[in-house]
């Protein structure tokens, strides 16, 4: 599973949404939370990914550091776990 420490989301056409990728990838559902551990994303499109935007609101996240918690299952029904954080550069 690769995860990327960083994104910039300004519609540039490069590095606009935060995604996960990997191999033999079958369900995902990725978590993106705030300094104060509120959930402010949530999605099981893996393909989608996060935009920078706030999902209870609409909307848009401030430049900041985020922690994302993304649980997999891989094509064997092997679940994968893994937690970081990501930087949001505007």
Request: glycine residues 8%.
């Given at each position: 599973m690769y995860v990327p420490?960083?994104?910039?989301?300004?519609?540039?056409g490069t590095n606009d949404f935060f995604t996960i990728a990997g191999l033999g990838i079958e369900e995902a559902v990725l978590n993106i939370y705030n300094r104060w551990g509120e959930n402010i994303y949530t999605?099981?499109?893996?393909e989608a990914g996060?935009?920078?935007t706030l999902q209870k609101n609409?909307?848009?996240a401030q430049q900041d550091v985020y922690v994302y918690v993304v649980n997999?299952?891989?094509?064997?029904g092997k679940s994968h776990s893994r937690t970081g954080t990501?930087?949001?550069?505007r």
């Open positions: 420490n960083a994104f910039t989301p300004n519609s540039d999605t099981a499109n893996i996060w935009d920078g609409n909307g848009t997999v299952k891989d094509v064997f990501v930087t949001l550069v």
